[in-house]
């Protein structure tokens, strides 16, 4: 059974950083691509980041570009995206995806970023 479990939400002000990390498990997670989508209330998913099976190439909205960092570690089955100057409009639920899916199928980790 895949599962993906989130964590590292919080709240903070804006200008703050957060670390967001995401298990994996039930599938092969180092021979996927991964992503991270975020929704917030009223509004589809929208597509963060996402990062190749190897970590060598990695892609951002235009939104998150020079501010996310999106990395894995294949040998603990696990996603990250480094959130550095956060911004209230980067308030959302954060959910990582296999491949570039934008159809969430975990429970997600709350960001609030306060102004």
Known sequence: EVQLVESGGGV?????SLRLSCAASGFTFGMLSMSW???TPGK????VSTITRYGGVTFYADSVKGRFTISRDNAKNTLYL???SLKPEDTAVYYCTIE????????????????
């Open 12 to 16: 903070v002000q804006s200008g703050g």
């Open 37 to 39: 989508v975020r929704q």
């Open 44 to 47: 589809g998913p929208e597509w």
């Open 82 to 84: 480094q959130m550095n």
């Open 100 to 115: 570039r899916s934008t159809s969430p199928r975990s429970q997600g980790t709350q960001v609030t970023v306060s102004s």
